[in-house]
């Protein structure tokens, strides 16, 4: 008889709950029963076990294998559970000391020949791990990823036959530690945009404020241009935010690239794209678009083509900055703190106002495409941009004297880091007490945000947003109070002719 106990981690959203492997070997029959949830992938370990410890040289014991994956109610799945169990087994038949594996927990799937490896998620582990002061260890593949987080006591090996001997004192194994990474993503330059002064002056503020964006115009006129001019034009992300937004790639479908750590992410979903994708999901919750682009950029063009449900989804995000995504057996919440920006045409020909007069769609076809985009969701949207189809001489007028993309990033940041300084956030993320802080109006500035509520018919949370975007506006200027000019400036920013939307 052997009874063993070996600490490995889950995966549950973002987060990586602890789950214990217990493993009792006793007489009768030889034969392997596991309970605790396990999903086919963790059930089909057993064989992989069997074959990889064979294998590797070491013997399979003769017994009754017993093993239990505690709390017995949280869902098991994936291959990550292969090298704990092994280690289990090899603990319980005295192969391996068990007192070595205390402070230590496992992660790593087996090949049959007892290398191993890579897993997904082991970024949110890594950090759970240093928070509860265990060492982790993990397979060589995911050395880079887990060396990300800095004061972790993680290591990594090759081979089941390798962590073995590191537990039985006869082999090293080396730290994970991170490696220099050469980040040669170069971003689209802003100067490649010629004219178009107006929302050119709109993405700045929105970069400088991290206000969400849309663009609606006539196509062709440089609208999915300017969005991907976006990223940069934004500040570098913070270790913390690179590492939040690597935590929600490591648990993806897709994983996590090292060459993408610390790069803004900008996520540009096809207009076909189904609410699950949009928001995650899956029997197994997953991280949908509005979670990869955390910290990041989610571009939506053609806004109306998506569907309505799809697009009412993000109401909820834009506003908590997460996602709950429930199922029957789990519930799992995902960050979603990004900004939005979206372009759309007038109507489904793309033509309805153009001087051009070509526009075929009837009144009625017209109204049920804009009815697409709900009023509730436009409400959440600080700026909206008329983008005007330039003159034809913009073709031959040269590049000289546009800006670059490095000269408005220096302004952005200079606003962010002021933004920062006075309430720890931006702009766009005040709350209603730094908002009656931190942008008070009076005067002038105070009649004209009370006649362009009265006019435009503009919500309380709409005219909240005005402030913010002025507040955004005083920062680029350096100012310490609103102005009238600052606050007519967002109200301009705010409204989109009835020609181009309803709202």
Same mark, same amino acid.
């Given at each position: 008889?052997?009874? @063993?106990?070996?600490?490995?981690? !889950? ?24 309970? !605790? %949830?396990?999903?086919?992938?963790? /059930? ?43 280690? !289990? ?20 799937? %087996? ?39 800095? *004061? ?15 537990? $039985? ?19 689209? *330059? ?22 969400? %964006? ?5 196509? !062709? ?42 790069? /803004? ?35 939506? *063009? ?44 007038? $109507?489904? $020909? ?54 670059? @993309?490095?000269?408005?990033?220096? /302004? ?26 931190? $942008? ?44 009238? *000019? ?18």
């Amino acid at each position: 008889m052997g009874l @063993s106990l070996v600490h490995s981690r !889950g995966c549950t959203g973002v987060e990586a709950p602890l789950i214990s492997v217990e493993v009792h070997l006793s007489g009768g029959l030889p034969s392997m029963h596991m309970v !605790g %949830l396990p999903e086919t992938a963790v /059930r089909e370990s057993k064989d992989r076990v069997r074959a990889a410890m064979i294998n590797s040289g070491f013997k399979w014991p003769q017994s009754r294998i017993t093993i239990s994956l505690a709390p017995a109610d949280l869902p098991k799945e994936g291959g990550g559970l292969d090298l704990p169990i092994a280690l !289990g087994i090899l603990a319980a038949s005295k192969q391996v000391p068990v007192v070595t594996l205390e402070n230590c927990e496992f992660l790593g799937e %087996l090949s049959l020949n007892g290398e191993l490896r890579s897993v997904r998620g082991v970024l949110p582990a890594a950090i759970q791990s240093r928070e509860h002061g265990r060492t982790l260890i993990i397979p060589a593949a995911n050395a880079a990823e887990a060396g990300l987080v800095r *004061d972790g006591n993680t290591y990594h090996g090759a081979s089941l036959l390798a962590i073995a001997g590191w537990l $039985c004192g006869r082999e090293e194994l080396s730290r994970c530690e991170s490696l220099p990474i050469k980040q040669a993503v170069s971003q689209p *330059d802003l100067a490649d945009v010629i004219g178009l002064p107006g929302p050119k002056r709109a993405l700045e503020i929105a970069a400088a404020g991290c206000h969400h %964006l849309l663009f609606a115009g006539p196509p !062709g006129t440089g609208k999915t241009l300017l969005a991907s001019r976006l990223p940069g034009i934004l500040p570098p992300m913070t270790e913390q935010e690179a590492l939040e937004s690597a935590v929600v790639s490591s648990i993806s479908r897709a994983g996590f690239d090292l060459a993408h750590w610390g790069i /803004r992410p900008f996520r540009a979903p096809h207009h076909s794209a189904t609410s699950a994708a949009l928001a995650g999901g899956g029997s197994r919750p997953k991280p949908g678009e509005i979670s990869l682009a955390h910290n990041g950029v989610l571009f939506l *063009d053609e806004l109306p083509e998506f569907g309505r449900h799809t697009l009412e989804i993000l109401r909820e995000p834009l506003e908590s900055g997460r996602i709950v995504i429930s199922r029957a057996i789990m519930q799992s919440t995902f960050p979603a703190r990004f900004q939005l920006v979206t372009a759309m045409n007038p $109507c489904p $020909c793309g033509l309805s106002g153009d001087e051009s007069g070509r526009c075929c769609c009837s009144a009625e076809q017209i109204q049920r495409y804009r009815n697409r985009v709900s009023g509730p969701l436009l409400d959440r949207v600080d700026i909206q941009v008329e983008v005007l189809r330039p003159e034809t001489s913009i073709l031959t007028t040269p590049h000289e004297g546009t800006e670059a @993309s490095a000269d408005v990033r220096q /302004r952005v940041i200079e606003a962010r880091n002021v933004q920062h300084e006075r309430a720890g956030k931006t702009n766009a993320l005040m709350g209603n007490d730094e908002l009656t802080r931190f $942008c008070k109006i009076d005067g002038a500035a105070l009649h004209l945000l009370e006649d362009a509520a009265k006019q435009l018919y503009l919500s309380p949370r709409a005219c909240h947003r005005v402030l913010k975007v002025a507040r955004t506006i005083a920062d680029l200027d350096r100012a310490t109070d609103i102005t009238a *000019d600052h606050l007519a400036e967002a109200i301009t920013l705010r409204r989109i002719p009835s020609s181009i939307l309803v709202v």
